[in-house]
């Protein structure tokens, strides 16, 4: 059997996603800057997109620009709000310990040309709360950074509250929603968010897709010089096959949202429960604020590398975490900062479903899981030391 539990990584392009791409490359292949016919009809459906984009969110067409994906768009929001901070005496930002590095990354930069980063830390289920960042907030504040919902664990943070703090003490508030648009009911007018990012590809869109909104009236800074395009501040001729096609995968996705929950909500609880039943094993994440899609688990004594590719031996596609950093052999930040040791942290399995998961897969993915961590468990040195009284469980 083959399954695919690995969305949260990226999904596989809808039907009619594919068809519009197709059809836009055939038809739609002017460029919109253009002043003739089809250069303008071009301009037209890069607006009708835009528009649709703005619905998925409750946003204004004029507050979207598109760009390459969830990364260009983080830093565009982060180094906007910093370059208009800086200009007025404000250089502190306010984020957490568990955002994706694309965010964390550019913190980083940041702190280097002399801000000050403040990274709260997050619960042993990764929440932080609004009282945190109120605490946090002061007169050299330029802008809260707190994701929406956490890529790894799942947890989906207290956007809506941590916006009326932000929003009442004067700072603007940049939510990194890759992992949530499309899979969440956002509404950036009635939870005060400043800059939102998303990307198409983790909604069934393609990839080299995504999106900035910024609130009307908020600081945006160029981070591509060398044209007009997307209203002067993001160069570069728009990839309006790929902007379409993500357009009737938000719509299809924000359209289908509940009826998508409602259908997988109980497949991931089934395999929640189901991986629960291997001894010391742990849930990572918020048990009900989180993704309907996510399961994360730590299983003690393996490595979840030799996990992941025996799964994978199986047909199962999974990971352990961010794909961005796959290729690392350090454990998780996430997992860090909600307070998993390292020898657990290392052991650790993502599977995120998807509309067409059935419960034939799940049920296979719980019977190999449990088959293959006892597998490894059997091999390993630290299990064996563990069984005899040696070490002590950490997960009980």
Known sequence: MQVYFDNAATTKPSRAAIEAYAK???????NPSSLHEPGQKAKEKLEEARAVFAAAIGAKANEIYFTSGGSESDNQAIISAARAGKRKGKNKIISTAIEHHAVLHTLNKLKQDGFEIVLLPVSSTGLVTAEQVAAAIDERTCLVAVMYANNEIGTVLPI???GAVCRARGVPLFTDAVQAVGHEKIDVQAQNIDYLSLSAHKFH????????YVRKGMPLSSLIEGGAQERGRRAGTENLPGIISAAVAIEE?????EQNRARV????????????????????????KRLFSN?????????????LLMLSDQGIAASSGSACTSGSLDPSHVLLAIGRPHE?????LRLTLDETATAEQVDYVIDKVKEIVGYLRNMSPVW???KEGKREFIIK
């Open 24 to 30: 836009a490359l055939c038809e739609d292949f002017a």
């Open 160 to 162: 809506a509250e941590i």
């Open 205 to 212: 869109g393609p990839k080299g897709v995504g999106a900035l």
């Open 253 to 257: 996705a924000t359209k289908n949202l």
């Open 265 to 288: 909500l109980p497949l991931r609880d089934r395999l929640i429960a189901g991986l629960s039943e291997i001894p010391h094993s742990v849930l990572n994440g918020e048990k009900e």
């Open 295 to 307: 399961v994360h688990f730590c299983f003690e004594g393996i490595e979840g590398e030799s996990l």
């Open 344 to 348: 657990i942290a290392h052991g650790s």
């Open 384 to 386: 064996r030391d563990l």
